[in-house]
């Protein structure tokens, strides 16, 4: 569940809403790409493995970059 789901979560009347607020206290902003969501694990950094991967791929992307230009 992403922070755009619990937010639609919440409009649905008080209990909801209570325990949406709940939830909301642990949403973590992903680094990637910005969205909220439960991390599932104390570990877990982004909202999806797609994100892991894709920032994974832009560091070693801008890893070889740097590399070039030294040469
Ligand atoms: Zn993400």
Redesign the pocket.
């Known amino acids: 569940m992403n922070g755009d789901a619990l937010y639609n979560f919440a409009k649905k009347g008080e209990a909801q809403r209570m325990a949406a607020e709940e939830l909301l206290k642990l949403l973590r902003a992903?680094p990637?790409?910005?969205?909220s969501?439960l991390p599932q694990a104390h570990n877990h950094k982004?909202?999806?493995y797609?994100?892991r991967w894709n920032n994974r791929a832009e560091v070693l992307q801008q890893r070889r970059n740097r590399e070039r230009r030294h040469r």
């Open positions: 992903c990637y790409c910005g969205r969501f982004y909202c999806s797609e994100c």
